[in-house]
């Protein structure tokens, strides 16, 4: 069973990946917090409680107290927070409390930020249920919350105790959110392992068809890539940084379409493809590697389709969180494992770049309808 540790210098904890994990919760838990007694709260959505409340509790001699929140990024939000806290405090939880974020990246970010502040901070454990919650969204400590101007505008680092993924529950995820989160690992390799690209190149059919062992390959692989990135460079102030490649054209693109339309994998799928078009325009990254590498991202779509220009697309980047002092910090590849961060990438070698991503994407798909959030 893959348990990779994540070592920083405000926590230490590891994250176990295996299929069955779910049923085994509560003796880890006891592990983890030996000689005291247990006051578990979940934080869950309707829907996944729905699919897998019967193997959750399946462990708990008692059972937990489980806090809802509906699912989806409109729910992402300080209001959510609120209403958890006081359910918590109405149900007697204190310091000694530990919470579970038992679903995506939504109701990780929010459990986690609602354990950063309720009562100045108290334990909890990620139990991810999304490929991207499992490969990236539960580790490395990053919680918060949306404000109407911004996505994860208000937040703070607040590690959790353990992750425990277990793929069993990537069986009921939606096909196009597996290949959302399929696309953070295809991220995983282009910037830091090029074994894990290569397996992803090899055994496409197997992944996209979901056989479990190669899930399972895939997400302790994409794991240690951000367990590593995050170990060597907790607050991201330069290593964490390469994480964001794809980041700069996607979250225009999300922001473009109102974070309604795409998936955020998809987005960055669409901002990697516009990224590897800036290093191969500049000569630091073969062509030929940025073609298998597209080609590769567009294997494990098909990413819809969106409406933008270019011009609108790079005006939105100049509100990207990531920019200092107005400048751009670009994650771009040079090799498929390596990276470099860049910061002179002007106005007309993105717009180049985003109109040959735009231009593939029209030759590619067909625009897709609204999705709910
Ligand atoms: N903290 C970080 O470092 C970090 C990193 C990346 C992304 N994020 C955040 O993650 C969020 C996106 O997370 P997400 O992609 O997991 O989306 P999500 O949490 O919205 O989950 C997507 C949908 O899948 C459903 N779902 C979840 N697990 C399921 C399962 N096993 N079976 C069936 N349905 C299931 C959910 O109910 C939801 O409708 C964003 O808010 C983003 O900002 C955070």
Redesign the pocket.
């Known amino acids: 069973m893959p348990v990779i540790p994540v070592k920083t210098p405000s926590a230490s904890y590891n994250v176990t990946i295996a299929a069955g994990l779910l049923q085994t919760l509560e003796s880890r838990l006891k592990k983890l917090n030996p000689g005291k007694p247990l006051r578990v709260f979940v934080v869950t959505?309707p829907?996944?409680w729905g699919?897998?409340h019967k193997s959750f509790l399946a462990s708990f001699k008692e059972a937990p107290t489980v806090l809802f929140l509906p699912?989806?990024?409109r729910h992402?939000r300080l209001a959510s927070v609120e209403s958890l806290a006081e359910q918590l405090s109405h149900s007697g939880a204190d310091r000694d409390s530990i919470l579970i974020a038992f679903?995506?990246?939504?109701?990780?970010?929010i459990t986690?930020f609602l354990a950063a502040i309720y009562m100045r901070g108290i334990r909890y454990v990620q139990v991810?249920?999304?490929?991207?919650?499992q490969v990236?969204?539960?580790?490395?400590?990053?919680?918060?919350v949306?404000l109407a101007t911004g996505?994860?505008l208000i937040?703070s680092f607040h590690h959790p105790q353990a992750v425990f993924a277990d793929t069993n529950?990537?069986?009921?995820?939606?096909a196009a959110?597996l290949r959302?989160?399929l696309q953070?690992s295809l991220k995983a390799g282009v910037i830091y392992d090029a074994r894990l690209f290569r397996y992803m190149e090899q055994n496409a059919e197997a992944i996209l068809a979901g056989d479990p062992a190669s899930l399972t390959r895939v997400v302790s692989a994409s794991v240690r890539v951000k367990a590593d990135v995050v170990s060597k460079d907790e607050k991201e102030s330069g290593l964490r940084m390469i994480?964001n490649f794809g980041h700069t054209i996607g979250h225009a693109i999300e922001a473009a379409t109102n974070y309604k339309q795409l998936?955020?994998?998809e987005a960055i799928a669409w901002g990697m493809i516009a990224a590897l078009n800036v290093a191969s325009a500049r000569g630091t990254f073969s062509a030929k590697e940025a073609d298998r590498v597209t080609n590769l991202i567009l294997r494990y779509g098909p990413i819809p389709a969106f409406k933008a220009t270019a011009k609108n697309l790079v005006a939105l980047t100049a509100r990207d969180k990531k920019n200092r002092s107005g400048i751009r910090s670009f994650v771009l590849p040079t090799a498929i494992g390596t990276t470099e961060i860049v910061r002179d990438v002007t106005e007309p070698e993105l717009t180049a770049a985003t109109e040959s991503m735009l231009s593939l994407m029209h030759r590619q798909t067909t625009p897709t309808k609204k999705r709910k959030?």
């Open positions: 959505s829907e996944i699919l897998w699912a989806g990024e992402k679903g995506g990246g939504v109701i990780g970010d986690g991810p249920t999304t490929l991207l919650a990236d969204s539960s580790i490395g400590g990053k919680t918060g949306n996505k994860n937040g529950v990537l069986a009921t995820l939606p959110q959302a989160g953070e994480l998936l955020h994998g959030s």
